[in-house]
């Protein structure tokens, strides 16, 4: 009995220091949190490219291009004296709008010929396919006319201005129609003026 009293007290000292030390010792220490790390800024956008914006161009997309050569011929009339004609021309295209070349018309009747070179400025108008143009030149113009008596022929200086339409039929070929006032200062066989109308042009572009 006195060995159980002694037993008793013991296991009980023993437990309340169990205890103690539960109280006393540390719970598991959590880890610590990490931070997720920020995300990396985007690559900023490169700047728009700055591109000059196309100059609109003042000529024509069509009609005869630079440095092309253009021959042309027709026929029609001239009007005092009223003659048959023939008219044949080069033009030299300076650029889309102007060109340059000789013209000679020719015109023929039973009792009257008549010759009149030029050299004429050319002006070209006009988009797509149709083209009008104005016309100028200098020249001279021989005129033979036949009577009872004989033959009579003069030459004269000639200046000469008019117009006209050119129709593309394909990038190579034109049609169209042009009249010219044919002036004499100088006077020939007393024609001070004659009138040509080539009613119908051909041309050829190379």
Known sequence: M???????????MMLVGGMLVGCASPGPVSAPRSTPAPAPAPDPAPPPSREPAPVPSLQSETGPSPHSLQLNTGIGFT???????IGMGLDASINRNFALGPLLQ???????TLLAPSLNFKGIFGEREFHPYVQ???????????????????????????GGLDVELTQSMVIGSGILFNFLPDEALGEHFFFSWQVLTLGFRF
Request: glycine share 10%.
């Open 2 to 12: 006195m060995r159980m009293r002694r037993v008793v007290p013991h296991a009980a």
């Open 136 to 162: 100028s030149g200098l020249g001279f113009a021989y005129l033979e006319k036949e009577h009872r008596h004989g033959d009579n022929d003069e030459f004269a200086f000639l200046v000469n201005f008019g």
């Open 79 to 85: 009007s005092d004296p009223t003659t048959f004609l």
């Open 106 to 112: 020719i015109g023929v009747d039973d009792n009257t």
